[in-house]
């Protein structure tokens, strides 16, 4: 468990320190995100920007859980 999350911590400040980057991908405003934009109100739901990272840690996830 302990290995699990320094790697976690890790993969975290790494997206963190890459996210300039990872914006000027597109990653955060795909098709299938949910924005909505009104006067007093807007709402934003990254649908499909969290499916796509949730497959990409699964699979990061499996991958070091394979070893």
């Known amino acids: ?6 790697l976690a911590g890790i993969s975290l400040l790494i997206l963190g320190l890459l ?3 990872i914006q000027k991908l597109g990653l955060g405003r795909l098709p299938g995100d949910i924005a909505v934009e009104k006067e007093n109100f807007s709402f934003y739901f990254p649908l499909t920007t969290s499916i796509i990272i949730s497959l990409v840690l699964s699979l990061l996830v499996w991958l070091f859980m394979r070893r």
């Open 1 to 6: 468990m302990q290995r699990f999350l320094i």
């Open 19 to 21: 996210w300039p980057l």
